[in-house]
C-alpha cells in the first residue's frame, strides 16, 4: 500500500514509475482470494471510511463500501450482550447501559471520552502524552471490568495484542476514526483497495514475480540476476524485508503481532446483523467472531453466509478449529457443529509494533535509498500512505532543489 501510494503520487507529478512486486499480487498483506466462491480477506480487515489521506487516493463509491453497525455484541455469561455506540444508535441505549460490561459510570466515561477524542485533531491527539493504551484507559477512570471485557477484545482485534501495550495516540486515532464513520468491507474485497491504486498506474509499470535481492541509489537487482536502473529507488516492503535489504536501517527493526484467522461457512448467518462479536468472557482461544457476509452479501455465495474467527498470535495446534468449534458451539448453539472449514489463515506478519514514544520518521533516506511504509508510521491502511505520499513528496522536493 505504501509503495502503490508512492508510486501514484509519483506518476501524477510526471514522474516514470516501476514497481517491482515479489508476490503474485499487489497490497502486500491487504489482499483477498477467491475459495469455494466465497471471498476470504486475508485475516480479518476493515477499510475505515474516514480515512483522510487513503480517502483521497481511492474512489470510495466505485469500492461499494459495506459498513458494519458501530457497536458490539459481547459474549458473557453464556450470552451475547449488546453494546453501541448510542450516540448514533439511541435506540439501544437502554440494552447497552444495562449490559454487564462495566459500570454505568464506565459508560458514562466512554461519552466524556468519545466527546474529547472527537473534537480534538489528529494534529492535537498526535501531541499529546504518549503511553500504553491500558494506561490511558485507567487515567480516563475505567474499571478492571469494562477494560477486560470490551476493551482487550475490541482493541485486541484491531491492534492484535490484549494486553493493550499498544501507543495511546494510535489508541485515540482509531477511536476518532471510529466515532466520526464505519468500518467497512468493499463489496469485493478488501483486495480491491490496492488493485483500484494499481489501476491508476500506467499499463505495465508493474511486474508481479519479481522479488528483488540488492538496491542501491539508482538501481535494483533482481533475484534472477537482472539489473535495472532508475533515477531513485524506493523500499517499499513490511519493515523486516526492508531491514534485509538495508542492513543498518535507521529505525529499529520492527516486532510484528501475529494473527490466525479461521473461515467457516454457514448456511444462514448465526447474528443476521453487520456487526462483531467479542468474547468477554476472559476464558477461550477467540478473541473475535464476524460474520462478513451480514455486511457484504458478495463475501458468500448465494444462500450461504461466510463466518471470520481471530485467535491472537500464531496458533498452529492441530485441533485449533476443533477447539475453535467448540467454542463457537457454546457461542451460538449446535447449528455451530455444521458450519464447513473453508481456510485458516497464519499471519506472521500481522501489524508492526507500535509502542509509545516511537521516534521512528515517517519516511527514511537511508544512504540515498528511500524507505516507507507502515512500520514507519501508524499500523494501518491509512498509516502506509501517509508514508508513501511523504516520501513521494520528498523525492520531488530533493529532485526539485538537485535541478536548482
Not at 454487564?100 to 498526535?126: C, Q, T
Not at 477512570?141 to 470490551?150: C, H, K, M
Not at 531491514?243 to 461457512?265: C, D, I, K, M, N
Not at 453466509?305 to 495446534?317: K, P
Request: glycine share 8%.
Amino acid at each position: 500500500m505504501a509503495g502503490l501510494a508512492c508510486a501514484v503520487q509519483l506518476h501524477r507529478a510526471g514522474r516514470q514509475v516501476r514497481i517491482f512486486e515479489a508476490s503474485d499480487a499487489v497490497g502486500g498483506r491487504v489482499r483477498t482470494d477467491k475459495v469455494d466462491g466465497f471471498l476470504l480477506d486475508h485475516g480479518f480487515q476493515v477499510y475505515l471510511d474516514r480515512y483522510p489521506e487513503t480517502g483521497k487516493l481511492l474512489d470510495l463509491e466505485a469500492l461499494d463500501l459495506k459498513a458494519f453497525e458501530p457497536g458490539a455484541l459481547i459474549y458473557r455469561d453464556g450470552r451475547l450482550h449488546r453494546l453501541m455506540d448510542v450516540f448514533r444508535r439511541p435506540a439501544s441505549a437502554w440494552s447497552s447501559l444495562t449490559a454487564p460490561v462495566g459500570s454505568l459510570s464506565d459508560k458514562l466515561r466512554v461519552g466524556l471520552m468519545r466527546m474529547k477524542i472527537l473534537n480534538s485533531s489528529f494534529e492535537a491527539i498526535a501531541a499529546r502524552e504518549d503511553r500504553s493504551t491500558e494506561a490511558y484507559l485507567r487515567d480516563c477512570g475505567f474499571s478492571e471490568s469494562i477494560i477486560d471485557r470490551f476493551f482487550r477484545s475490541f482493541y485486541g482485534g484491531i491492534f492484535l495484542e490484549r494486553a493493550l501495550r499498544t501507543s495511546s495516540r494510535m489508541f485515540e486515532f482509531t477511536f476518532k476514526l471510529f466515532g466520526q464513520g464505519s468500518a467497512t468491507v468493499p463489496a469485493q474485497g478488501m483486495g480491491q483497495i490496492p488493485k483500484q491504486l494499481a489501476a491508476l498506474l500506467p499499463d505495465g509499470s508493474i511486474q508481479l514475480n519479481q522479488a528483488v535481492h540488492a538496491v542501491g541509489i539508482d538501481s535494483i537487482t533482481l533475484e534472477s540476476g537482472e539489473r535495472i536502473q532508475g533515477c531513485a529507488t524506493v523500499v517499499a516492503t513490511d519493515g523486516s524485508v526492508a531491514h534485509a535489504l538495508l542492513p543498518g536501517l535507521q529505525a529499529s527493526p520492527p516486532e510484528w503481532r501475529s494473527v490466525t484467522t479461521l473461515y467457516f461457512a454457514a448456511d444462514r448467518s448465526p447474528i443476521r446483523e453487520a456487526i462483531i462479536c467479542l468474547n468477554g468472557s476472559g476464558a477461550g482461544t477467540v478473541n473475535n467472531v464476524c460474520v462478513i457476509s451480514d455486511a457484504a452479501p458478495s463475501y458468500a455465495p448465494p444462500g450461504q453466509s461466510l463466518l471470520s474467527v481471530s485467535v491472537l498470535g500464531l496458533v498452529e495446534a492441530d485441533g485449533l478449529v476443533e477447539q475453535v468449534r467448540s467454542e463457537l458451539l457454546e457461542w451460538f448453539g449446535p447449528e455451530a457443529s455444521s458450519w464447513r472449514h473453508l481456510r485458516t489463515d497464519h499471519t506472521r506478519r500481522g501489524l508492526p509494533e507500535q509502542l509509545p514514544n516511537r521516534s521512528a520518521p515517517t519516511s527514511i533516506n537511508q544512504a540515498g535509498v528511500w524507505v516507507c511504509g507502515d512500520h514507519l508510521s501508524s499500523a494501518s491502511i491509512e498509516g502506509a500512505v501517509v508514508s508513501g505520499k511523504h516520501t513521494a513528496a520528498a523525492i520531488l522536493a530533493a529532485r526539485d532543489s538537485t535541478k536548482s
